[in-house]
């Protein structure tokens, strides 16, 4: 079945330390996307990736950074810049534009 | 600046009514607009997508509206079941490459 994998489910950060998540997708998608989602909040645009090798900024970009280097893979890294990383993270893809996403199961990041 | 707002309380309906949902949107023209639906701890799903120029979506018991004049769309569950207990988030598109997405609203349906 095509889809779009995001591990791990659960992850915990030390202070100052930077994570990755990890995102793959199946599904021959030009486009992909991170969002993160607060308790209450909508989903907000980190940073999303048009084609292989190119990505933009999204609103809030700040303490994170990204790579595109092959089509199915856009991992994210939370960097220690990053001061309030707690969130449930999502990953998402689609055929490009303003098309409907796919979304990932998320991945929750905590501190300890 | 763009903003989406959908009613932040949780609807509670019962089984069998029909429930409907409101996305107002201000400072804004968007072609598209889509609805998620996102189950607790879960990923949102695709649902539905109407363009400017189209009035009325449906598909099943789902049906969406899209009124460019109020700056307003309706998602509306028919004949609710228990299953249809989620958030349902709507989204616009805000450039050519990206969407923009509401804070959702949680709905809830009891037997």
């Known amino acids: 079945d095509g889809g779009i994998t995001q591990s791990p489910k659960y992850l915990f950060r030390k202070e100052g330390q930077n994570v990755t998540l990890s995102c793959e997708q199946n599904?021959?998608?030009?486009?992909m996307y991170w969002y993160r989602q607060d308790p209450g909040q909508g989903l907000r645009l980190i940073y999303y990736s048009q084609i292989v090798n190119d990505f933009q900024k999204g609103d809030i970009a700040e303490g994170y950074s990204v790579s595109r280097e092959k089509k199915e893979s856009f991992p994210l890294t939370v960097t220690s810049a990053q001061k309030n990383p707690t969130a449930f993270y999502l990953c998402?893809?689609?055929?490009?534009?303003?098309?409907?996403?796919?979304f990932g199961d998320g991945t929750r990041l905590s501190i300890l | 600046s763009q903003k989406i707002e959908q009613n932040s309380e949780a609807l509670n309906i019962q089984e069998g009514k029909t429930a409907t949902l409101t996305c107002n949107y201000t400072n804004y023209s968007p072609a598209y607009l889509q609805w998620y639906r996102q189950d607790p701890g879960r990923g949102p799903v695709f649902l539905l997508l109407?363009?400017?120029?189209?009035k009325e979506k449906r598909k099943e018991r789902l049906k969406v509206t899209f009124d460019t004049t109020l700056k307003q769309s309706l998602f509306h569950i028919t004949a609710s079941q228990p299953a249809d207990s989620a958030t349902y988030l709507c989204a616009l598109d805000s450039s050519a490459s990206k969407i923009i997405f509401g804070s959702g609203t949680r709905l809830s349906i009891r037997p």
């Open positions: 599904l021959n998608h030009d486009a």
């Open positions: 109407i363009r400017e120029n189209e």
């Open positions: 998402a893809s689609s055929t490009g534009g303003n098309q409907p996403q796919h």
